[in-house]
């Protein structure tokens, strides 16, 4: 009886801390996320067409991408905040991150992953969709399933995604100055500008 008693004393304790450490870091990560929704949007949906949606994109993505803009392997595009106090300020991703913690990242790619990622309506060319869907379904569906919108392949989220930001992405790609997988490398240099193009309509094209 007494044994049970104690075990149901720790036990509250620990609800107590649990409790009370997940208040606190609640309230630290709404600071930490405020700069990334200034222009990637509350939640990480935007409609800023050249900043990507990142809600619900996986955590092991976001910590493969934020390693990245550190070691600088990938290109931090120049750009400006789009709202709040700092709106209009000359930024990038390498900067927006160069200061945080490996802690901090970690509850900021959590926060995020816990969002949805809403896809953006586009307009988009039928042909191109058509055309585009026949490519993806050969050369990119195997890594980038449902379509492009699985999280936990962990390749970017692409269905529904910014077409402008797809189409600068995938020229640094093809430019050499983002880096890509050994296996996506001979996929996508096989395919033309106009297969590129294809691609992306299919791409904003997913609802
Ligand atoms: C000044 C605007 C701005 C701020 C602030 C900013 N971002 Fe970005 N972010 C961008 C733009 C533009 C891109 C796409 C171009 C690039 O990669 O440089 C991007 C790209 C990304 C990507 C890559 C998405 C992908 O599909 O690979 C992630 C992840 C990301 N941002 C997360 C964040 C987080 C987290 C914060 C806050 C710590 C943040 N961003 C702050 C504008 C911003
Ligand atoms: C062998 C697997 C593989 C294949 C095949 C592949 N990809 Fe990828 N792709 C990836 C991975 C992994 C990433 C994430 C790269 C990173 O972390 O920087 C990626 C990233 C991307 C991105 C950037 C996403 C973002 O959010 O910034 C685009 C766009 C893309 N791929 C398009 C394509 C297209 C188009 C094809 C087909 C022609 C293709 N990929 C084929 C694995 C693949």
Redesign the pocket.
Known sequence: MKNANIAVGLLSATVFCLTFSAAATAADVNKLIEPCTACHGKDGNTTEADV?NIAGYSVE?FA??FK?YNKQE?PCVETEVRSGSGKGTKTDMCKSIKDLSEGDLNQIAEYFAGKTFVRTAQTTDPALVKKGKS??EK??E???SEAGSFPSD?????GG?KMSY?KS??KL?REGK????K??KP??ES?DDAEIEA?VHYYGSIQ
């Open positions: 990507p993505y493969s991408a990245k990938r490519i993806h050369k990119c195997n890594c980038h962990n390749a970017g989220m692409l995604q797809l992405q995938l790609f983002r880096p890509m997988t296996k996506m996929k996508l395919l691609v």
